[in-house]
């Protein structure tokens, strides 16, 4: 029998349907241009600014990160000095300090220069990079001893070696990470409102909350989805080739030349330094800040529900988001067919897209829901539901469904993938049914994926800014909120230890990965589960 | 793991995730139906004692909703009729002239608070009522400005500031609020003159108002526009700071003042309660406190200001006109726009 004549299969139905939920207000987007195609004109001013802004962010960001992510990548790589395999991991630190907290150490010591479109360019650059570093890192790591070594025995020096060809094979994985670190860098919200930066998540909100003009902030959205789609289509694109090439270079490794001297000391303090001033001292002062907030009782009252709050929906969402991802991934491998294929490509879209974008999505179908469901009930239960959707964390969940199942996904996927088909064929053979073959095969297996899910979904949900601002419900304040309000307020020891407790929580993941690979024995393999880690936290 | 087993593995997992997500959406929508809801731009001015008070004394309980006054406004709006807001409090006018507009706000009458409050701080119809004053004056550095040396907000056009000024971004309530006021009292001509003098010196745009006081502070400017209790926020924290204001337009109209101002939601049904809390704020003890707290002034007369700010004298303020301002926020938004404060 062919596929066509095939009853409707279950397990296809079930994509389509996690699919729909998600990428569904997405599509809604350009309908606003036709909704209101007036909308934007009144806001005319907006979009040249923040086309404005993102060229020099695109610009400043992706120089700075790809500089910055493979010069560390390459010294960790090709060289070796005393530490170097605690700075090697000390270098992806950074990853778990939001854009917004690092804002609210540079404002609160007034850095000079902070607050412009420079100072925003170097704060993402300082806690982007790591992007860049862990997939170029992995990169080198998997190039063959063989390549270099042909290349030396053509004539070149090591130097020329490592750039003409170590570089040059490192290429898509390195442009990879730099669009990856872009992505974040426009979906940032927090980092550029508060230094006074204007891009399209900042117009966006001000469109919303100062003009209040839901169609014309559904436009500003829908422009820029199309630059982050760009993005994310290019590093699919660039990510392929990588993958490919890693797969092609197999071998031993390249054997790491030595530092003495003055170089060894340059390559250890360089990387301290820089880690020291990202990670280190904020957390130090972010500390000192908090001491003297308990102090002096400037802690904002609703601190204890703020993190109470934050707690729970990161619990939640790191319960729901990977529940649907397995839902996903495995409907996409039982069925087998190309129309499940097709939606889960378009339900992991969400993860490029900003949490004001995905908030801007997600509204209006929810309120529009609240409406008829809030009637229905009035009129045949005579019952007041208030508002089921939007006033409660109901369409929160919704929107970091939308914003982080790609990132839930990836990393079942990619234990799913290690399930070898033969195995669920072999099981299939010896009389087990699908659901058998769920519990008696993949269950066990996926254990890994499924933690690694839940752990970054945790973590995203906690520093997540945007979308929770714009979603929370009545008394859903979280610590991001609280500390981008405080912040702006400039009252930097109020937001201290919010601040503090997100870039702790944030640790966790990265702290991880790091006891994870000191239990395995292959430098190589440590840099795949680096690269994979890297993978799943950006969701390719 | 048997079949059987999944079975009620995954039925039972289900279950609890299903009550664990009911009690998740029970437990941060904040609580009983038994409660006053405030919306409130003020809650990041850190704990404000009345509050707590009112809940202690009454027994009701009360949850302080945050958020910039315009978010808060258009969250109201959106929940319609099915909002669980009571009381709405914002910290600017403008604010609450929208809300009036949009119906949001339920006309109140209240002889104690027509008896406490100056008539041109609270709604002729009683939709609101002013909670605190707030002047935005000129700030000047200590160590390289004279006393006097700026004395009008049209002083700060001249030449002699030509980069040495500094300015919130156009974007903040209290400036849109002032270039409104400005154009309703003076016409757009007037103010559209007032801002392109400003404009001219290039000013050093910034954040907040805390900014523009450290920038005076640390010398990248010598005056600035900003509310006065930021620097009483300042000097209670460091009494050698060094910035001083300058009470604005003396002998003119007067100074530019601003509310932060209260009414009670439409759509509440425990409008008995709301109206018992704003009247409770609204006593000579309450606004004692919140002056201390937050360095404003108090909206009832009598009331002292706090020390950081009385220091600097008792000024005249001009009238306050919400709703000849409110008519020219579109306007104040277009020349902003137009003169390029950012």
């Known amino acids: 029998m062919t596929s066509a004549t095939r009853p409707p299969d279950g397990w296809t139905a079930v994509t389509l349907l996690c699919a729909l939920l998600v990428a569904g207000p997405l599509v809604g987007l350009p309908l606003s241009f036709a909704l209101a195609p007036g909308g934007l004109a009144r806001f005319s001013g907006f979009v040249p600014e923040a086309l404005e802004a993102t060229a020099v962010l695109v610009a400043g960001v992706g120089a700075g990160t790809l500089v910055l992510g493979t010069a560390l990548a390459a010294l960790v790589s090709f060289c070796d000095f005393p530490g170097r395999r605690w700075i090697e991991w000390a270098l992806v630190l950074p990853l778990a300090v939001p854009g917004y907290v690092f804002t609210l150490f540079a404002l609160g010591l007034k850095l000079p220069g902070v ?45 020329q070696a490592i750039a003409r060809v170590g570089l040059p094979l490192a290429r898509p994985a390195i442009l990879g990470g730099v669009a990856l670190a872009l992505m974040e860098a426009l979906a940032d919200f927090g980092t550029v409102n508060l230094l006074g930066v204007r891009t399209f998540t900042d117009a966006i909100y001000r469109v919303w909350f100062n003009a209040f003009d839901r169609q014309a902030a559904m436009q500003l959205a829908t422009l820029l989805v199309s630059v982050t789609l760009t993005l994310l289509l290019l590093e699919r694109f660039l990510r392929g080739r990588a993958r490919y090439q890693q797969n092609a270079a197999r071998g031993e490794l390249v054997p790491p030349v030595r530092l003495r001297g003055p170089a060894a000391a340059a390559a250890v303090i360089g990387p301290l330094l820089l880690v020291g001033l990202v990670v280190g001292a904020p957390l130090v002062q972010l500390g000192a800040w908090s001491v003297q907030a308990v102090g002096r009782g400037l802690l904002a009252p609703q601190f204890g529900a703020a993190a109470r709050n934050s707690l729970l929906l990161a619990a939640m969402s790191a319960v729901i988001v990977p529940a649907v991802a397995v839902l996903l991934a495995y409907g996409v491998r039982a069925s ?33 829901l609240d409406r008829r469901l809030g009637d229905v009930a009035g009129s ?32 079942v996927e990619a234990s799913l993938l290690r399930v070898p088909r033969q195995l669920d064929e072999a099981a299939r053979g010896l009389g087990a049914d699908r659901l058998d073959v769920l519990a008696r095969v993949h269950v066990p297996l996926l254990r890994a994926g499924l933690v690694t899910a839940a752990l970054l979904v945790f973590t995203e949900v906690m520093k997540e800014l945007p979308a929770t601002l714009l979603l929370r419900p009545l008394g859903g304040d979280t610590l991001a909120v609280s500390v981008w309000q405080a912040t702006s307020e400039s009252l930097f020891r109020t937001a201290a230890l919010p601040a503090l407790l997100i870039v702790l929580v944030g640790l ?15 430098e190589l393999e440590a840099a795949q589960a680096a690269g994979s880690w890297a993978d799943a936290e950006v969701a390719a | ?41 003020r809650s990041h001015y850190g704990e404000e004692q009345p509050f707590r008070d009112f809940a202690a004394r009454t027994g009701d309980d009360l949850t302080l909703f ?37 119906g949001i706000l339920a006309p109140l009458r209240s002889p104690e608070l027509e008896r406490e409050i100056p008539k041109d701080l609270r709604d002729p119809g009683g939709a609101w009522y002013a909670l605190t004053l707030r002047a935005r004056t000129i700030m000047r550095s200590t160590a390289r400005v004279k006393p006097g040396a700026v004395a009008t907000y049209a002083g700060l056009g001249e030449p002699r500031w030509k980069g040495r000024l500094c300015l919130r971004s156009g974007t903040s309530e209290y ?31 910034l954040g907040s108002d805390a900014d523009v006081l450290d920038a005076i502070a640390d010398g990248r400017c010598d005056v600035g526009l900003a509310n006065s209790y930021y620097l009483g926020r300042k000097l209670a924290d460091d009494p050698r700071y060094p910035v001083a204001l300058e009470w604005a337009d003396q002998r003119g109209h007067g100074t530019h003042v601003n509310l932060s ?55 005249k303020r001009d009238t306050i006109d919400v709703d000849g301002a409110g008519r020219q926020l579109e306007e104040a938004l277009r020349l902003m726009d137009e003169v390029g404060w950012q």
Not at chain 1, 508 to 522: D, F, W
Not at chain 2, 86 to 99: E, G, K
Request: no cysteine; net charge positive; glycine share 8%.
């Open chain 2, 261 to 315: 101002g209260l009414g009670v939601v439409r759509a509440s049904n425990r409008k008995d309660e709301a109206v018992r809390l704003i009247e409770y704020l609204e006593q000579p003890r309450e606004q004692a406190e919140f002056a201390r707290n937050n360095k404003e002034f108090p909206v009832v007369p009598g009331v002292e200001p706090a020390p950081e700010i009385a220091s600097f004298g008792s000024f």
């Open chain 2, 1 to 41: 793991m048997s079949r059987r087993k999944l079975v009620v593995l995954i039925s039972a997992g289900g279950a609890l995730l299903v009550a664990a997500f009911a009690g998740v959406v029970i437990a941060t929508s904040g609580s009983s139906s038994n409660e006053l809801v405030v919306y409130s731009a």
């Open chain 1, 115 to 159: 607050r412009s479109q420079l100072g925003a360019v170097a704060v993402f650059t300082l806690v982007l990079y790591p992007y860049v570093y862990l997939l170029a890192r992995s990169a080198f790591l998997a190039q063959s001893r063989t390549l270099l070594e042909a290349a030396r025995g053509l004539g070149m020096s090591r130097r």
């Open chain 1, 508 to 522: 966790a993941p990265v702290v991880a990965m790091i006891s994870l690979s000191g239990r395995r024995r292959s």
């Open chain 2, 66 to 102: 945050g958020g910039s006054a315009s978010e808060l406004y258009e969250r109201i709006r959106s929940e319609g009729a099915r909002t669980r807001a009571d009381v709405l409090i914002t910290v600017d006018a403008a604010n609450l002239w929208r809300a009036k507009r949009a």
């Open chain 1, 336 to 368: 087998g067919s190309r129309p499940a294929a097709l939606a889960a490509r378009t339900a992991t879209i969400g993860y490029g897209l900003p949490g004001s974008v995905v908030a801007v999505a997600v509204i209006v179908p929810l309120a529009w």
């Open chain 2, 175 to 205: 400036n849109v609020s002032f270039v409104a006021d400005r154009v309703a009292k003076y016409g757009p001509a007037a103010t559209e003159r007032l801002l392109r003098s400003w404009m001219a010196n290039r000013p050093e745009v």
């Open chain 1, 380 to 411: 045949l239960f005579g019952f007041d539901l208030g508002l089921l959707l939007t006033g409660t964390v109901i369409g929160l969940f919704a929107a970091y469904t939308v914003r982080f199942l790609a990132l839930a996904w990836s990393a």
